[in-house]
């Protein structure tokens, strides 16, 4: 080997040391990082000696696309289990205790106590104030529905605002890529930005990748929506500030096309935006059409009818309607026929107890036993009137044991209020009494969350085992670096001995010219 042969190989390990030992520092410094895929400097050896042909990027594509699609899956239940956890804490969470259904129980439980001694104004007035106590959990978890489908609604806007910004960010990462390509240079640090950019985009809506020539890459749903070629689709969205149960959401839009919002407990929703548009448009709804039939069987259950039976108008619960006057009968439901009795939105948020049997307000509980609560004062004395105990029988229970009876037996309701078929083929029964029914929309909700809770677990396992494949294959081992970084110091000490040989021959050389 010549001086200069000698001269060169030292010069070009020192060249390859050097590259090499900056891509492994990096690796190193980036081991904590989960959007750093690892680098590596790829040698190739000629008769001119060998070089650094080029920085290999440990890619995985097929590991990244079942990353972004389990991130969509579990982004999506993990968001619909959050809404429905937040619709049962309207209920007084794990027992339930602040839910229709108990406080009907507890109604019916004072009103057995005044039906057992219809003479004692104390078993009155306790029978008065659960139902005042049943008016106001219906009034509080309508409030608290809509106030769910608001917030579920104001976060659609800000993911809609999040996923608008990403996009844009991914153009300037992607136009990166697509530059560096063109110049030869290294796209390494803007792949490992654009593939962040698709992580984050993943959890909020499916992505599914394509790239082209030039390392270019086009973005679409899982519905193949466009939602980036070239430049970044719009995502549009219009809020709703505050929500009454009749108000319908507005829907979110990719490049014009309507994101549909997911099914079931185990929702077939990718990504968080079709799981809050589950939570607005469909399990909060249902939750409220049947806070709504409870409702509306209340006062259906409680009305009263004059002597000749002309008159039928709210007794004991009346309501408002959406001018503020007190409402009329509401249409009793027909399984056989629900066109004709549709379920009345809202009638849970403004129901209450008659002031004409409330004491405060002047009112009095004996009308509940008497049945003279849509009486005049002074009381009509011949026929038609409303009191059904006009002789003042202080004994007389025929009014309240008819109350306490219609509570137990079964009527119709709407069956528009359950998902018939939920999960295992069962929905709320259209035709139970109003104490089954309020106990099947516990039922209901707390079935549709336990699956949603099953599903988050499976989708949180997916994810996880496709993070671990992932960072398997394309994140930094330290053992493995630090094995690669005492090659180099190896190489680097030869390139070092071969350059001092060199270095003694050329001084006796001049020695011997001296």
């Known amino acids: 080997m010549s001086l200069t042969s000698a001269l060169n190989t030292a010069q070009s390990i020192f060249n390859n040391t050097g590259t090499q030992s900056a891509i492994v520092s990096g690796n190193i410094a980036n081991a904590g990082n989960k959007d750093y895929v690892r680098r590596q400097a790829m040698i190739s050896t000629s008769l001119d000696g060998a070089s650094v042909v080029k920085i290999d990027r440990a890619q ?75 008016a106001n959990s219906l009034n509080n978890a309508t409030a608290s529905v809509q106030n769910t489908r608001a917030a579920a609604d104001k976060s659609i806007a800000t993911q809609v605002d999040t996923l608008n910004s990403l996009l844009s960010q991914f153009e300037t990462a992607n136009n990166a890529v697509k ?53 970044p689709r719009s995502v549009q969205f219009t809020p709703t500030p505050t929500y009454q149960a009749s108000d319908k959401g507005n829907g979110v839009y990719i490049d014009g096309v309507a994101l549909a919002m997911g099914q079931g407990g185990t929702t077939s929703g990718q990504g968080s935006l079709q799981a809050l548009l589950q939570i607005r448009d469909d399990v909060a709804p249902k939750f409220q059409n049947q806070l709504d039939e409870i409702a509306k069987g209340l006062i259906n259950m409680f009305a009263e009818t004059n002597s000749d039976g002309s008159s039928t108008k709210p007794g004991l619960f009346t309501w ?54 849509n009486d005049p004062v002074p009381a009509p004395t011949t026929p038609p009137y409303f009191n059904t105990n006009p002789t003042g029988n202080g004994g007389y229970t025929a009014q309240l044991d008819k109350y306490y009876n219609a509570m137990s037996a079964k009527v119709d309701f709407d069956p528009g209020t359950g998902v018939v078929g939920f999960n295992t083929g069962s929905g709320i029964d259209s035709n139970v009494s109003i104490m089954d029914f309020a106990a099947n929309s516990v039922g209901w909700l707390e079935q549709y969350r336990s699956s949603a809770s099953d599903a988050s677990e499976n989708t949180s396992a997916a994810l996880s085992r496709s993070d671990q494949a992932y960072s398997n294959e394309t994140g930094v081992n330290l053992d493995e670096e630090l094995t690669l970084m005492l090659d180099i110091e190896q190489s680097y000490k030869a390139a070092t001995k071969i350059l001092n040989a060199v270095d003694e021959m050329l001084k006796s050389l001049l020695d011997i010219a001296s």
């Open 320 to 373: 408002t309607d959406s001018t503020g006057a007190v409402g009329g009968m509401p249409p009793i439901d027909t399984s056989t026929n629900p066109a004709t009795s549709p379920i009345i939105s809202g009638l849970a948020g403004s129901i209450k107890v008659s002031s004409a049997v409330i004491t405060s307000q002047g009112g009095d509980p004996m009308k509940l036993r008497d049945g003279s609560i």
């Open 179 to 231: 530059n560096a390509v063109n110049t030869n240079s290294d796209p390494s640090d803007a792949l490992d930005q654009r593939d962040k950019l698709l992580k984050q985009i993943s959890s909020i809506v499916s992505v599914n990748p394509v790239s082209r020539s030039g390392n270019d890459m086009a973005l679409y749903t899982a519905d193949g929506v466009v939602l980036f070629d070239t430049v």
């Open 60 to 134: 995985e594509d097929a590991l990244l696309r079942q990353y972004l699609a389990s991130n969509s899956q579990d982004s999506a239940q993990q968001t619909l289990l959050n809404g429905l956890e937040d619709v049962k804490s309207v209920l007084g969470g794990n027992d339930y205790e602040t839910s229709p259904s108990s406080y009907l129980a507890a109604f019916q439980q004072k009103l057995g106590a005044f039906q057992t001694s219809p003479n004692n104004a104390v078993a009155a007035q306790g029978a008065i104030s659960a139902a005042q106590d049943l």
